[in-house]
């Protein structure tokens, strides 16, 4: 993967290189992650052991289709961690629904997250009736499932035929323990991918170790 490819950028930090975004809302924190300034500009870093997605960059993800200006139904926004650092790479003219079923969670979404990012329309909904997203209007360029439900690719396949745009990216993270205790990771992984491979290329299967012990990234392409 090339370097500062403008979606995201390598930070020098404490003496280390770092993963960060630009700042969408400068001086604005979401999850306590450290804002650093270089040449006039904020960046957000963004942590690979709070974010599945900053752990694939880290594993080597191939294709990166998140940016400026793309449009993102992310399902499972949870408090907005990761969606906030898509918020960032999509910029004002892009777009981010952001599914989320749990009130209580939802609630920290809202105030810390969507309230101050334009980009973000929050969605309570649960991920299993896609027909009664109102807001969500034309096609997408990626759809992101992190949802941890034993049913997940299936949720995940039902929305990117109602939303992701022929050829868009389908990102899922597997939590390789919530679907069967008794397989091994890797079999839960392989069998996930053969029930996507009729509508959707498979371009990658990524393990976040050592940033997650319990999950896989698997990246897709969607043929029909
Ligand atoms: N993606 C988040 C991040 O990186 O910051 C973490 C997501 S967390 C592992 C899973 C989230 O999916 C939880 O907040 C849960 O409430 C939500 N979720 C689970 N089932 C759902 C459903 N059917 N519809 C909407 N959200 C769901």
């Known amino acids: 993967m090339e370097e500062d490819n403008q979606s995201f950028f390598w930070i020098k930090s404490d ?4 993963l960060a975004t630009e700042n969408l809302v ?22 690979p052991f709070r974010s599945k997605l900053a752990a ?12 400026n200006k793309s449009k993102i139904l992310y399902l499972g ?4 961690t990761t969606v906030s650092h898509i918020s960032d ?15 209580r969670v939802a609630r920290d979404f809202l105030d810390r997250v969507a309230s101050y990012r334009k980009n973000i329309i929050p969605i309570l909904q649960d991920a299993r009736k896609p ?13 992101y499932v992190d949802i941890a439900q034993p049913d997940q690719t299936k949720i995940a396949i039902e929305n990117c035929e109602m939303f992701l745009k022929k050829g868009g990216f389908f990102f899922l993270v597997i939590k390789t323990r919530s679907i069967d ?4 990771p890797k079999k839960i992984i392989e069998e996930e991918i053969e029930k996507l491979k009729s509508k959707f290329e498979i371009i990658q299967s ?6 997650d012990k319990d999950h896989g990234m698997v990246i897709a392409k969607f043929k029909s």
Do not use: C
Not at 29 to 45: H, M, N, P, W
């Open 206 to 211: 990524i393990d976040l170790h050592p940033y």
């Open 181 to 184: 205790v008794t397989k091994s």
């Open 26 to 47: 400068p001086g604005n924190q979401v999850y306590k992650e450290k804002l650093v300034t270089k040449k006039g500009i904020e960046y957000r870093l963004w942590d």
């Open 131 to 143: 027909s009664e997203y109102f807001s969500v209007f034309g096609k997408v360029d990626v759809v």
């Open 56 to 67: 694939s960059i880290m594993n080597g993800l191939d294709e990166f289709p998140f940016q």
């Open 77 to 80: 926004a949870s408090t907005g």
């Open 15 to 18: 003496g280390e290189r770092k």
């Open 89 to 103: 790479i999509v910029g004002p003219s892009g777009i981010v629904f952001g599914v989320e079923h749990a009130s």
